[in-house]
């Protein structure tokens, strides 16, 4: 890998094209074709191919602003250096779940990263009906692998300080801070929802109990340096097949809560399933379950096997990391749902349901379970539990 320096440029598909030469990606004389392929909300992303072999790369970007709005909103480009660093941190751990990185330059904002175009988004198929059997056990292994060994259970008090330094990302924490954490539960002007939910959205702003669960939930994600978590673990940022899965855009990432990723998945399957009839639901709900499954099984595999922290032998202990670990979790998930239902992002899972009526439905069932898994986190301790919860918000 080669860190080079040269000045910052957006670029073309024919400057990808030229970046791509100067890098020897392709052999020399290749046809190459290039395409602009981003559909996020805040980067460039290129797809250089060679016409003749279709082996291709992917060329990322980051602007100096968030694509999604515009100039007006600028944002750091050091999220391309947090990026690239995160999958190579990653890929110590979990090499299998995230893609190579080739190449990276922070000064042009670059990462030059393995093409994953033979895999879907997760949340495009989940939409469509695919099922991606090995999905959770997957997601539940990149949990507990990057997870621990990035805490101060597997690493020195001095490399985790380091990590916490190297990983220091103002900016794109100050989106998830507003979008996720503050701006749904006032009449802030980044909210985006239907007329039609109006009364639902006025009484959640109204909801005081449920102000001062999201408080304690914001705190938590301000000041629990935990370990190095993705920050953006939606099924957006995953792909998948029946026998693949690979996890990208961890620009979000830095020194958090524990059970931050985790919620942000489990909220993600549950945005799926208010979309889906109740008989397409239970393979989400099993989803959900191995995920928490997977994960407190490697987390306590690796807790064993190659803890450097002394009180990891102490009775109790694990239960007490793991139990809070879900329980924050729960309260993640039920962020993550509200603010993807009336905040500035929302997922094509509820926004794609064509029939207006059902639509608006399915928004006011999540505002509905989004509400009573920030409020009644205590209680659920065991994933079984969501199904109820859901069933409750499903017949109102
Ligand atoms: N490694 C990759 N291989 C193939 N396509 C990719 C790859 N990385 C990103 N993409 C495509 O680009 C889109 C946007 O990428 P993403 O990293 O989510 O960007 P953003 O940071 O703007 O959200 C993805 O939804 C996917 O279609
Ligand atoms: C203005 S950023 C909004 C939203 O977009 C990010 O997602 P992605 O990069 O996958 O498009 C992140 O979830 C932010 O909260």
Redesign the pocket.
Known sequence: MNRQKSSYKPLSENSAIALAVRLNLFPAGSDLHCRE?????????F?IADKSSDKGF?I?QALPYA?VVGESWPLSLDRARI?SSALQKQAETVPALV?RVYYTDDSLAVTV?????H?K?SRTGLIGGENYPLLSEHIGEFLAKTLFYSSDFALEPSAKKELVKKFTNPDLCKITEDLVFTDPFFDHDTNDFEEELRADVEALWADTELKLETAKLKRKFLTEADALIHGDLHT??I?ASDTET?V??P?FAYVGPLGFDIGQFIGNLLLNSLSKPSQEQESLFQHIDTTWEVFQREFSKSWERDSLEVFTRTEGYLQHVLTKAFEDAVGFAGCEIIRRTIGLAHVADLDGIADKNRRIQAKQQALALGTALIKERTSITQTKQLRSYFAQVAAS
């Open positions: 392929i981003g559909d996020g909300n805040l980067n460039l992303v797809h992917i990322k694509k990026e893609p990263m393995e093409d994953l175009s895999l988004i957006g940022s792909f690979k990208i855009d620009e």
